[in-house]
T-cell receptor, first 112, second 113 residues
């Protein structure tokens, strides 16, 4: 079964600085999708960014970008120009077919 | 917003009582999912549905059952709630696109005393 590992339970960043959240996964499949979700204190799960495994180009959404290393099975999230509103739990997720697996999450604190 | 609502949003119940959580969607998505969220585990799939009356188990299905008699409603039932089922429960739908990404409801916090 696929597993998703987020090795950083907690991270902190100064406002306006850049932070990178790590995610690794284990799979024998070649066709899959990767996602980062944000969960603020409201508890709502919000899709931040997505990546197809067959695309070499790293996805970017405004201040959010990923570093996708398929051979290393690594999918890190970079947040640039961090804002107070970025404070949340961040979950990395792996999807193939109809199943999605999530990492345990990283709690990001943004310091003013 | 994928038009997903969950009810109730909060519930406190006692061990041994039956509990049903409801997920409702307004956009006729075929695939629906129930997850539970616990500290240190992220979200784990309980059951999912790929159509009316078509359901299958996820990785943590023991103690849970589901039903889907209409496209828009997906029910999760705890036949006899236990304290280990205290959790936050999320419903999700899958958008049929190149990514098949999932979008989530607001969650239900269930406490079993």
């Amino acid at each position: 079964a696929q597993t998703v590992t987020q090795s950083q339970p907690e991270m902190s960043v100064q406002e306006a600085e850049t932070v990178t959240l790590s995610c690794t996964y284990d799979t024998s499949e070649s066709d899959y999708y990767l996602f980062w979700y944000k969960q603020p204190p409201s508890r709502q799960m919000i899709l931040v960014i997505r990546q197809e495994a067959y695309k070499q180009q790293n996805a970017t959404e405004n201040r959010f970008s990923v570093n996708f290393q398929k051979a290393a099975k690594s999918f890190s999230l970079k947040i640039s120009d961090s804002q107070l509103g970025d404070a949340a739990m961040y979950f990395c997720a792996y999807r193939s077919a109809n199943h999605m697996r999530f990492g345990a999450g990283t709690r990001l604190t943004v310091k003013p | 917003d994928a038009g997903i609502t969950q009810s109730p949003r909060h519930k406190v119940t006692e061990t041994g009582t039956p509990v049903t959580l409801r997920c409702h969607q307004t956009e006729n998505h075929r695939y629906m999912y129930w997850y539970r969220q616990d500290p240190g585990h992220g979200l784990r799939l309980i059951h999912y549905s790929y159509g009316v009356k078509d359901t299958d188990k996820g990785e943590v299905s023991d103690g849970y059952s589901v039903s889907r008699s209409k496209t828009e409603d997906f029910l999760l039932t705890l036949e006899s709630a236990t304290s280990s089922q205290t959790s936050v429960y999320f419903c999700a739908i899958s958008i049929l696109s190149s990514y098949n990404e999932q979008f989530f409801g607001p969650g239900t916090r269930l406490t079993v005393l």
